[in-house]
């Protein structure tokens, strides 16, 4: 069985709308376009052929997706504004059989020699009549997809996930968000990320329902959407939340009588939002959760019950995953000391494409090694404290980012603050703090105010010795902060 028979195995003669909002779709429709068009693409290219697709999160993206995969070839989601140099580089890379994408695309992309479809070409295709059937002993360590992340320096890496991992992933987190039929997700998460992808998997294999929004930055429609859709599930980045908690008050004073629960990854969200939410809306399930492209989206989650104990954890591996964190000759730590977070289970990459060496870094003896580095408590709960390349050294002292932003943004009038190192004659590196600050508030927030409150909780080699302030938090498409911008 390949994913896409995995996800509609027990849905695809569902004639309950899948997708709701400008564009509306069943789980029937959806199965039989998807399939008409996989049956079309297998005759016309065969398998293992590479096949992007660029289009924000719509409906055309649904059908070419989930064609892709059950046609046996290789999708490639790509962001829409990705730069041309990217686009360039990908595509000599993979040798793209067909690339899919949306009209207004096509006016900015170099797609000289490229066999291209958007949607009214999608329309007008005439598919064959006899349809691809399942394929019961479909080789599901084949690659699915692969998604493409830039990191934070870099060429684009192609984390390659095969359709085993994200079966995997898709099971393993239903189980533990106990979704069912009467789910419905607000997406604001775009589909060539991960954990957007997941959002789709999830709610395709249990009969839910999703709403897309691409309009993030217009938090009326977010709320809007929440309470006319009457969704039960929104998911986001840190971004997200800090921009929904201090940017208004609007989300705070309104109440959601269908929303049962949020989940968060994509980054550490400081303890204080949380805090914040739970507060405005302690009937609402708040999932702390983390994970990578390279791990299919998920490998931990904090159960919200257990939030006020172990808060800071990330919990523990999900269903199906098993974390360890080991020092640097890959000994378990104890409790308290620090070490690099790997993992195991059906849900690991294959590896990157076209990248041996550093696949081979990444996976070790059948370990993904995270470069996230973390501690334990007694109880084995997981607290991630840096990334290994984020450490900032001043004076010989190493020094998480993480920390310092924490205790920043605990002043109510700070929407987000990040923490870099910068060169200095006299120390060699220097702590900076990149503070946006709310500009609704009545209080002035200065660099003395700052300092003043990060000397009452910090040790003095941590308090950030230069300042700049700005008013808006800068963010990706995903929605995760784009640093230096």
Same mark, same amino acid.
């Given at each position: 069985?390949?994913?896409?028979?995995?996800?509609?195995?027990?849905?695809? #003669?569902?004639?309950?709308?899948?997708?709701?909002?400008?564009?509306?779709?069943?789980?029937?429709?959806?199965?039989?376009?998807?399939?008409? =068009?996989?049956?079309?693409?297998?005759?016309?290219?065969?398998?293992?052929?590479?096949?992007?697709?660029?289009?924000?999160?719509?409906?055309?993206?649904?059908?070419?997706?989930?064609?892709?995969?059950?046609?046996?070839?290789?999708? +490639?989601?790509?962001?829409?504004?990705?730069?041309?140099?990217?686009?360039?580089?990908?595509?000599?890379? +993979?040798?793209?059989?067909? +690339?899919?994408? *949306?009209?207004?695309?096509?006016?900015?992309?170099?797609?000289?020699?490229?066999?291209?479809?958007?949607?009214?070409?999608?329309?007008?295709?005439?598919?064959?009549? *006899?349809?691809?059937?399942?394929?019961?002993?479909?080789?599901?360590?084949?690659?699915?997809?692969?998604?493409?992340?830039?990191?934070?320096?870099?060429?684009?890496?192609?984390?390659?996930?095969?359709?085993?991992?994200? +079966?995997?992933?898709? &099971?393993?987190?239903?189980?533990? =968000?106990?979704?069912?039929?009467?789910?419905?997700?607000?997406?604001?998460?775009?589909?060539?990320?991960?954990?957007?992808?997941?959002?789709?998997?999830?709610?395709?294999?249990?009969? &839910?329902?999703?709403?897309?929004?691409?309009?993030?930055?217009?938090?009326?429609?977010?709320?809007?959407?929440?309470?006319?859709?009457?969704?039960?599930?929104?998911?986001?980045?840190?971004?997200?939340?800090?921009?929904?908690?201090?940017?208004?008050?609007?989300?705070? #004073?309104?109440?959601?009588?269908?929303?049962?629960?949020?989940? #968060?990854?994509?980054?550490?969200?400081?303890?204080?939002?949380?805090?914040?939410?739970?507060?405005?809306?302690?009937?609402?399930?708040?999932?702390?959760?983390?994970? #990578?492209?390279?791990?299919?989206?998920?490998?931990?989650?904090?159960?919200?019950?257990?939030?006020?104990?172990?808060?800071?954890?990330?919990?523990?591996?999900?269903?199906?995953?098993? =974390?360890?964190?080991?020092?640097?000759?890959?000994?378990?730590?104890?409790?308290?000391?620090?070490?690099?977070?790997?993992?195991?289970?059906?849900?690991?990459?294959?590896?990157?494409?076209?990248?041996?060496?550093?696949?081979?870094?990444?996976?070790?003896?059948?370990?993904?090694?995270?470069?996230?580095?973390?501690?334990?408590?007694?109880?084995?709960?997981?607290?991630?404290?840096?990334?290994?390349?984020?450490?900032?050294?001043?004076?010989?002292?190493?020094?998480?980012?993480?920390?310092?932003?924490?205790?920043?943004?605990?002043?109510?009038?700070?929407?987000?603050?990040?923490?870099?190192?910068?060169?200095?004659?006299?120390?060699?590196?220097?702590?900076?703090?990149?503070?946006?600050?709310?500009?609704?508030?009545?209080?002035?927030?200065?660099?003395?105010?700052?300092?003043?409150?990060?000397?009452?909780?910090?040790?003095?080699?941590?308090?950030?010795?230069?300042?700049?302030?700005?008013?808006?938090?800068?963010?990706?498409? *995903?929605?995760?902060?784009?640093?230096?911008?």
């Amino acid at each position: 069985m390949n994913s896409f028979d995995y996800f509609l195995e027990n849905t695809y #003669q569902l004639s309950k709308p899948f997708l709701l909002g400008k564009e509306e779709t069943t789980f029937k429709e959806l199965y039989n376009d998807s399939l008409s =068009l996989a049956t079309w693409l297998r005759n016309e290219f065969g398998q293992n052929k590479y096949i992007p697709v660029i289009s924000v999160n719509n409906r055309f993206f649904l059908i070419t997706y989930l064609a892709i995969l059950k046609s046996g070839n290789i999708c +490639i989601p790509l962001d829409p504004a990705i730069e041309e140099k990217n686009f360039e580089y990908i595509t000599d890379l +993979i040798d793209p059989a067909l +690339i899919f994408l *949306t009209n207004d695309i096509k006016q900015k992309l170099p797609l000289d020699g490229y066999r291209c479809m958007d949607q009214k070409e999608l329309a007008e295709l005439k598919t064959p009549e *006899t349809l691809l059937e399942a394929e019961p002993d479909y080789d599901r360590e084949k690659c699915a997809e692969i998604i493409f992340t830039s990191g934070s320096t870099g060429k684009p890496k192609g984390v390659m996930l095969s359709h085993k991992n994200l +079966i995997a992933n898709t &099971g393993s987190i239903i189980e533990y =968000l106990k979704l069912d039929y009467n789910d419905r997700m607000l997406v604001v998460l775009p589909f060539y990320y991960c954990y957007g992808l997941s959002l789709l998997h999830t709610h395709l294999r249990v009969g &839910g329902s999703i709403v897309l929004n691409n309009s993030f930055i217009f938090m009326g429609t977010i709320i809007k959407n929440l309470l006319d859709y009457e969704c039960t599930g929104f998911a986001g980045v840190p971004s997200h939340f800090q921009i929904l908690l201090r940017k208004s008050d609007t989300f705070k #004073q309104t109440h959601f009588p269908n929303l049962k629960y949020v989940t #968060q990854a994509g980054g550490k969200l400081a303890t204080v939002f949380i805090d914040e939410f739970i507060k405005s809306h302690p009937d609402i399930n708040f999932f702390v959760m983390y994970g #990578q492209t390279e791990a299919t989206a998920r490998l931990s989650y904090l159960p919200p019950e257990l939030y006020k104990q172990k808060k800071g954890s990330m919990g523990n591996g999900m269903p199906g995953v098993e =974390l360890k964190v080991v020092n640097d000759s890959g000994e378990e730590i104890k409790p308290g000391e620090i070490g690099e977070v790997k993992a195991r289970g059906d849900n690991i990459m294959i590896g990157y494409f076209a990248d041996e060496q550093r696949t081979q870094q990444a996976l070790r003896n059948g370990w993904l090694y995270t470069g996230d580095l973390g501690t334990v408590d007694e109880d084995g709960y997981i607290y991630i404290t840096a990334r290994k390349k984020e450490i900032i050294k001043v004076g010989g002292k190493r020094i998480s980012p993480k920390e310092i932003e924490a205790v920043i943004l605990q002043i109510p009038e700070v929407l987000d603050c990040s923490i870099e190192g910068i060169e200095s004659e006299i120390q060699g590196e220097a702590l900076k703090a990149t503070v946006v600050v709310n500009n609704g508030s009545d209080k002035t927030i200065t660099e003395e105010t700052i300092k003043q409150h990060c000397v009452k909780h910090l040790a003095l080699f941590k308090v950030p010795h230069i300042y700049e302030f700005k008013d808006r938090i800068t963010i990706s498409a *995903t929605g995760k902060k784009t640093k230096n911008s």
